[in-house]
């Protein structure tokens, strides 16, 4: 039982991070039909933003040294900064593009973030350590769980529904959904575009910030393709869930965390390195088989 | 109009591939005669990604779909060479995993190379098979998960592929002539293949799927006839790759690689055959010349330096400008027009322009 257990926290946690970098990828991929590769970026930045802008060897914490306080609120305001100045000087200009030029875009704009870093920081990877005391574990109804695991969940549950009323209740929110859903009726119904983009990219660094946080924190090692992996995966996720639908790219982030934990513990160990390959393989069955996504929200049904 | 004679027909027909030809074929003979191993080197690697990028663009340049996930068919091609081309003895020891007849095998370079890029090709066919009846977007994506997935496996597949560590051995036969002629075929391949009835019909459905469905396309044939042919001409692409460079590692054919040739197909401009070749030459030359910056330059007295790892962020920022500013590429769409005479008449078309002419004044008035 508490094995089970166990695994549920693991595999909770897992989907936390997906599904949050999923949902950061999909806002953007639902309004501009751009898969945004430089959210890993933005992602990596939060993290080398915590180390003093050098090239040494060994990181000399900056705002790493920060009480959570001060550090939290800087870390997202430098990622949200970097998103919004992203997409003013590299999409805005490419709105209408086709989505080859579009994803081209995007790659190039996370060449240069990385080839940025290596010139700052150097390609080597870097050790740093932040929120040691959340490293530790913790006892918790008879299991030992790495603190941080919380935390990743506690600020997955926090966001996720932040982002539900705000998307729900207000009107910038509902205009968001309108966008994602089909940006050319909105634009026509008074949706201001750059607006609505601007805000998406926003929220899509806040997440990409938080997530930076925690992955940092997970794994204490600074690298600048570190977040290639990630976002790889939360596209995935994005896919599985519905392209277009918000609450889908979540629910997708959190099946693929799910799934790959329990392909893992499931798999004999010569292919548990391969697990991905399996989730690269369903999302082939799920784009054959309902190209629509496995959760199908109201309005895609509508649609139809 | 005068008659044009069979031959200047045919030379007009072919124009379009020809002066490709002669373009690859001014620079290798130049590049041949300055002696500099490093530029033919260069010169060498540059022509393994345009077959590479000439390869991608017969898919995605006719069919209009973004091909997001090729690279794995020219990392097949290079794996499945290595498997036919290797040393027995070498095979028995590092890459136990191989069926025994693979392992006795050491085929002739041209037999391997056909055989590994039918591979390629078999395997971009099933995938097509199963994925080209959904829409576009989903089709891209189906294409890069199948890419992830490829390079999972690959990189995990110690007994055969080496899983993470390099294969070395490979028989070094390839240099800027065989590369260059390989390039040749390839881009005869795609001109034939674009102007036979084949490509039309994609490219119909390229402009107007549904126009294309009316005529009778069918659409899903056709997007699985152009991706099986790009599996075969990246996967010779991928062979070439293994025997240029002799070393092979799963971690080359990864996103990087991806970036590179998607880059260098849609900065030229993803619809012509011309804008697969000058996104190649246009960004192989830049990439060259920040590299040589790197190095630093004399002027007069002075040492002209580029800090190192600002070659890589000085190409980025170009090829966004290029998107920005170019967004369908160097070429616009375009073959490179025939340069004697006048273009060549298309029943209707020249009455159509003066149509369109007249309409436009009329509005004017």
């Known amino acids: 039982m508490t094995f089970v257990l166990q695994i549920a926290i693991d595999a909770i946690s897992l989907g936390s991070m997906y599904s949050l970098t999923a949902l950061g990828i999909g806002l953007i991929f639902g309004i501009l039909r751009l898969i945004n590769f430089a959210h890993g970026d933005f992602i990596t930045i939060g993290a080398y933003a915590l180390i003093v802008p050098a090239a040494a060897v060994v990181a000399t914490p900056f705002i790493g040294t920060w009480p959570a306080f001060f550090l939290i609120p800087a870390i997202i305001s430098i990622v949200i900064v970097i998103a919004l100045l992203t997409e003013f000087i590299a999409f805005r200009p490419l709105r209408g593009a086709n989505m080859a030029s579009l994803l081209i875009a995007s790659f190039a704009v996370s060449y240069v973030f990385q080839h940025i870093i290596i010139l700052i920081y150097t390609g080597r990877p870097k050790a740093v350590n932040v929120g040691i005391e959340l490293a530790q574990h913790i006892e918790f109804v008879g299991l030992r769980v790495p603190a941080i695991q919380l935390v990743a969940i506690g600020a997955a549950i926090t966001l996720l529904g932040g982002l539900a009323l705000f998307l729900k209740r207000t009107a910038y929110g509902v205009q968001m959904r309108a966008a994602a859903e089909d940006f050319e009726t909105a634009r026509l119904l008074g949706v201001r575009a750059n607006t609505v983009i601007a805000l998406a990219f926003a929220i899509s660094g806040l997440l990409a910030a938080v997530v930076s946080l925690i992955f940092i924190t997970q794994t204490g090692v600074l690298s600048f393709r570190m977040s290639l992996n990630l976002v790889i995966i939360a596209f995935i996720s994005t896919v599985i869930g519905g392209m277009g639908s918000l609450f889908g790219a979540a629910a997708g982030g959190f099946l693929v965390g799910v799934m790959s934990t329990a392909l893992q513990t499931v798999l004999p160990d010569d292919y548990k390195l391969t697990r991905d390959a399996f989730v690269f393989g369903f999302v082939i069955l799920v784009l054959i088989f309902r190209p629509q996504g496995l959760i199908v929200t109201k309005a895609v049904r509508e649609r139809v | ?365």
């Open chain 2, 1 to 365: 109009m005068q008659a044009m004679g069979p031959i200047e027909k045919q030379l007009r027909r072919f124009w379009p591939f020809a002066s490709l030809a002669l373009i690859l074929l001014i620079i290798v003979v130049v590049v041949d005669a300055s002696g500099s191993i490093l530029m033919q080197r260069t010169v060498a690697d540059g022509l393994i990604k345009l077959i590479v990028v000439v390869g991608i663009y017969i898919f995605m340049g006719n069919s209009g779909v973004l091909s997001f996930g090729s690279i794995v068919y020219m990392m097949i091609g290079a794996y499945a060479t290595a498997w036919m081309t290797l040393l027995p003895n070498l095979k028995r020891f590092t890459l136990p995993g191989l069926p025994g007849f693979l392992i006795e095998a050491q085929l002739d370079p041209f037999v391997s190379l056909i055989l590994a890029a039918l591979l390629a090709a078999a395997v971009a066919f099933v995938l097509a098979l199963a994925i080209m009846r959904t829409n576009p977007i989903a089709i891209s994506i189906a294409t890069f998960a199948a890419m992830a997935m490829g390079y999972t496996i690959y990189n995990n597949w110690e007994r055969v592929t080496l899983g993470t560590s390099s294969i070395i051995g490979l028989p070094m036969y390839v240099d800027m002539w065989v590369v260059f002629y390989w390039a040749l075929v390839v881009m005869a391949i795609a001109y034939i293949y674009q102007i036979s009835r084949f490509g039309l019909a994609l490219r119909a459905s390229r402009e107007d799927e549904v126009a294309a469905r009316a005529f009778g396309v069918n659409v899903y044939i056709q997007r699985v006839i152009a991706f099986t042919l790009s599996g075969f001409v990246v996967g010779i692409g991928g062979v070439l790759h293994g025997h240029f460079l002799g070393i092979l590692t799963v971690n080359a054919f990864w996103i990087q690689l991806t970036f590179i040739t998607l880059a260098m197909l849609v900065v030229g401009g993803q619809n012509s055959l011309a804008g697969a070749v000058v996104g190649v030459i246009v960004i192989t030359a830049a990439t060259e010349i920040f590299r040589q910056m790197e190095k630093g330059a004399e002027i007069g007295s002075t040492l002209i330096q580029l800090p190192l790892g600002v070659q890589e962020v000085i190409l980025g920022v170009l090829m966004l400008a290029i998107m920005i500013f170019r967004p369908a590429g160097i070429m616009g769409g375009r073959e490179i027009p025939w340069p004697f005479g006048p273009p060549k008449p298309i029943r209707g078309g020249r009455s159509r322009t003066l149509e369109t002419g007249a309409g436009k004044a009329r509005t004017g008035d």
